[in-house]
């Protein structure tokens, strides 16, 4: 359901933006420079150098698009160290188990040695 969602918002989104480029497609409208301004009361003090507005309209649509791959990439990332860490347990579980079961049937040998010593020394 996640990813019809998705898609259905992706398309809504890239008709709104190619609608807005076809109907402005005339050299004024994208021609027309635009400046960015930062300002800091007096401290600091930043002016872009004029881009069109076409230029910034498609830089910001693909940093956009950008952003939402590595957004929607970040949970199967965390998801991803989550099972190694798991399966890393896992391997070291298997190892203590492996571990203990040699250690009950190195045990349950020594046990029947025992016996059957006691048994021949019973019967002798």
Request: hydrophobic letters at 50%; proline letters at 2%.
């Amino acid at each position: 359901m996640k990813r019809i969602t998705f898609a259905i918002i992706m398309a809504v989104l890239f008709f709104v933006v190619l609608n807005f480029v076809y109907c402005n497609l005339d050299d004024a409208t994208f021609g027309y420079n635009v400046m960015f301004k930062f300002r800091v009361l007096g401290l600091l003090n930043i002016q872009s150098v004029p881009i069109p507005l076409g230029f910034a309209l498609l830089a910001s649509f693909s940093i956009g698009m950008v952003a939402i791959a590595l957004l929607e990439a970040l949970p199967s990332f965390f998801k991803t160290l989550e099972i190694r860490a798991k399966n890393k347990r896992i391997r070291q579980l298997e190892k203590e188990l492996t571990l203990v079961r040699s250690m009950v049937d190195s045990k349950q040998e020594v046990q029947m040695v025992r016996t059957i010593d006691a048994e021949e020394k019973e019967s002798d």
